[in-house]
Structures are given as C-alpha cells and as structure tokens.
Nanobody, 114 residues
Framework: QVQLVESGGGLVQPGGSLRLSCAASGFTISTGVMKWYRQAPQKAREWVATTGGGFTFYADSVKGRFTISRDNTKNTVFLQMNRLKPEDTAVYSC?????????WGQGTQVTVSS
C-alpha cells in the first residue's frame, strides 16, 4: 500500500527557511516521479517542483529559493524552502506517480507571517 506522509511545516517569518519532508512507503521513490504542490486558501492548487529520472523542475514563483531533493536510503523526498514570502503560505502536499497511478499525502501547513 502506497503511503506518503509530509512533515516539517509551521510558522516562519518572512525571509526564513523551512524544510519539508515526504516519507514514502509501499514503493521505492527512486522508481517514481515525485512532486510537491501547494494550495493557498481560496486559490487553485499550484505545482511547485518535480524530481525524477535525474531531473528537477521548479515553478517560476519558487525558482532560486526552493530546492527539491531525495534521500533514497530513507525513501524520503525533501523540499528546502529559503527566503520565504507571505505568498508562500499554503498547504504543501507531495505526490508520487507510480506505475501509472498518482498518490497524494495529507499535506502540511506552511504559514509565512511576521
């Protein structure tokens, strides 16, 4: 059974940093395409970053500030978020594309506020 569990969210001041984790079980992350999405209140879900097959991609809104990475030994994907802005406030979720199916975690709240 595929399961994704995010953690690491919280309240941070503008300009601060957070590192989100997405612990996977039921499959090996090295075999899948992993993505982070976010959804702010009353806004559509927004794609943030992708890693898989040796490549990484980022949304323009986070490029240069966020870094997606993976630790295959821990079967975990990370999202390092630096220079955070109030507009980064959202629920962040990781997803996995495995054998033609998409799986989602429950999400973790990130709030950027002074």
């Amino acid at each position: 059974q595929v399961q994704l569990v995010e953690s690491g969210g919280g309240l941070v001041q503008p300009g601060g940093s957070l590192r989100l984790s997405c612990a996977a079980s039921g499959f090996t992350i090295s075999t899948g395409v992993m993505k982070w999405y976010r959804q702010a209140p009353q806004k559509a879900r927004e794609w943030v970053a992708t890693t898989g097959g040796g490549f990484t991609f980022y949304a323009d809104s986070v490029k240069g500030r966020f870094t997606i990475s993976r630790d295959n030994t821990k079967n975990t994907v990370f999202l390092q978020m630096n220079r955070l802005k109030p507009e980064d406030t959202a629920v962040y979720s990781c997803t996995a594309a495995v054998l033609g199916n998409n799986y989602w975690g429950q999400g973790t709240q990130v709030t950027v506020s002074s």
